[in-house]
């Protein structure tokens, strides 16, 4: 088996800041940023989650992290260590799905809201639109790039007939295609509007 096939997840922009663990917010973001794949999800996360009982009857291991410079060792031993001092960070009760643009090369969480501390590490569905996968128009927003990810810089570059991956959290997923492409004001709330069709509206928006 390849180190590829088993790690998944978006390219880590940043290297992980130690003296900002003390910060709450920061602690969430570098548990629910993390994407992995399902073959590291079935069998590598129970090891490392067993491993962290200390009352186990059982002989525990060490773990050897390999990768080459900027595949997220770091990140990936900052998630197990919080993970350990707080298990609740695993409950990711405002992740409601995954988007993935394969056209643009994007894959991030989609969380619940789209204020401005939701959309700072992940992509925000807008509440008062459809929800994933139903009928109506879901809206979800993204940054137009920052610090902490590339999320919907790349937005303009779709084209017509590209296709938009969107998994729920029950693991259902739903696919789409672009049809149009457009720019919009920060007051126009067109975009909101309903469908008696099932439709995706991606909304770029500017950092405040």
Known sequence: MKYKELISFEPINEVVKFDQLSNEDYRHSLVRNFVFSETYEKTFIP?????????????TFGMQIVGNYGTGKSHLMSLVSLVAEDAALLSGEDVIGIIEIEAI???YPVVEG???????????HMTETAGLGEKGNCVLCGHNGSRNGTFFTNLNQLSAG???????????VHMYEVADTCIIGPYDNTVKNQSDEEILTLVRVRQK
């Open 47 to 59: 090891e490392i989650c067993k491993n962290l009982d200390y009352t186990a009857s059982y002989e």
């Open 105 to 107: 090369d994007i894959r």
């Open 114 to 124: 789209a204020g401005d501390s939701q959309i700072r590490y992940a992509i925000g």
């Open 162 to 172: 590209d296709k938009v991956k969107i998994t729920d959290k029950k693991g259902k």
